[in-house]
T-cell receptor, first 115, second 112 residues
Framework: AQTVTQSQPEMSVQEAETVTLSCTYD???????LFWYKQPPSRQMILVIRQEAYKQQNATENRFSVNFQKAAKSFSLKISDSQLGDTAMYFC????????????FGDGTTLTVKP | EAQVTQNPRYLITVTGKKLTVTCSQN?????MSWYRQDPGLGLRQIYYSMNVEVTDKGDVPEGYKVSRKEKRNFPLILESPSPNQTSLYFCANGTGRQEKLFFGSGTQLSVL
């Protein structure tokens, strides 16, 4: 069974600064996919970024980037130039290649961006 | 507009009274899934479906049923709800190739 751990229940950052959210996972699979989802107060779930485990290059999407360390089973999210609209709960998620339907989410990190 | 539609958005019921939360999609995606979200526990997968007439258990299937008679609909059925099923429920769909999931707006269920 796969597990996903987000060790920071809450974090805060000043507007325009950079913050990193951590995520570690455990799996015996070699091919898998990792995601960060954002859930603002509206509770809508929004994909932030996706990483394929067989790609060594870290994924980036504008101000969002990941540090994917496959050997360490670590997948952290870096948010640069934080904006007030980044205030949300962030979930790390894992999907396997062999069992395409199963997904495992972390417990979430609540991020508050302060003006 | 491509969307996943859940109904109702809010539901208060009593223990033992059967209920159904509907989920429909207009995206022609094969994959659909149900999750529950509880404080401090993140999202936990209840059931998922890779295609019509194909359903599988997620991590917390006890007390729930699903059906996938047609591609666009994937209802979640609670035959005899109990207070520990009070939760925020999300339906999601996707292409089934580990690409992004598209989530509905959520259903807040309270079982008294």
């Amino acid at each position: 069974a796969q597990t996903v751990t987000q060790s920071q229940p809450e974090m805060s950052v000043q507007e325009a600064e950079t913050v990193t959210l951590s995520c570690t996972y455990d799996t015996s699979e070699s091919n898998y996919y990792l995601f960060w989802y954002k859930q603002p107060p509206s509770r809508q779930m929004i994909l932030v970024i996706r990483q394929e485990a067989y790609k060594q290059q870290n994924a980036t999407e504008n101000r969002f980037s990941v540090n994917f360390q496959k050997a360490a089973k670590s997948f952290s999210l870096k948010i640069s130039d934080s904006q007030l609209g980044d205030t949300a709960m962030y979930f790390c998620a894992f999907m396997t290649y062999t069992n395409a339907g199963k997904s495992t989410f972390g417990d979430g990190t609540t991020l508050t961006v302060k003006p | 507009e491509a969307q996943v539609t859940q109904n109702p958005r809010y539901l208060i019921t009593v223990t033992g009274k059967k209920l159904t939360v509907t989920c429909s999609q207009n995206m022609n995606h094969e994959y659909m899934s149900w999750y529950r979200q509880d404080p401090g526990l993140g999202l936990r997968q209840i059931y998922y479906s890779m295609n019509v007439e194909v359903t599988d258990k997620g991590d917390v299937p006890e007390g729930y049923k699903v059906s996938r008679k047609e591609k666009r609909n994937f209802p979640l059925i609670l035959e005899s709800p109990s207070p520990n099923q009070t939760s925020l429920y999300f339906c999601a769909n996707g292409t089934g190739r580990q690409e992004k999931l598209f989530f509905g707006s959520g259903t807040q269920l309270s079982v008294l």
